[in-house]
């Protein structure tokens, strides 16, 4: 993943996936927003940070995993393509891609962009 940010949010009890879903979407608009921010006020010529973010929804097992020479915390799981399943709004379908570590091609999804 390089320098990124993990962050999970759960679905509240009695709460709902659309909830959630909504919830992290918001959350990494924001950041992206954060960062837009912080390139305009940059010196002409200076280097620009660039970043992209993934959304998932489903069940997922988290901790470290790795070895005394490199441990990471992450989450991992199956659920690719739940998020936009159950985010209720739309979304445009990129295609079938492979995806490192799963057998099986997954569909990947873009949001429309945001209006201003």
Not at 5 to 27: D, I, N, S, Y
Not at 92 to 101: D, I, K, Q, V
Request: proline letters at 4%.
């Amino acid at each position: 993943m390089g320098d990124g940010v993990l962050a999970f949010f759960h679905q509240m009890p009695g709460g709902t996936a659309k909830e959630a879903c909504r919830g992290a979407l918001l959350a990494a608009r924001q950041g992206l927003s954060a960062l837009a921010e912080r390139n305009r006020r940059q010196e002409p010529g200076a280097a620009l940070l660039q970043a992209g973010f993934a959304l998932h929804y489903g069940t997922v097992s988290y901790g470290n995993i790795g070895s005394g020479g490199r441990l990471d915390f992450t989450v991992i799981g199956p659920d690719v393509q739940a998020f936009a399943e159950r985010l209720d709004q739309p979304v445009w379908e990129l295609g079938h891609f492979e995806l490192r570590g799963f057998s099986k091609l997954h569909r990947l999804f873009e949001l429309p962009a945001e209006e201003e």
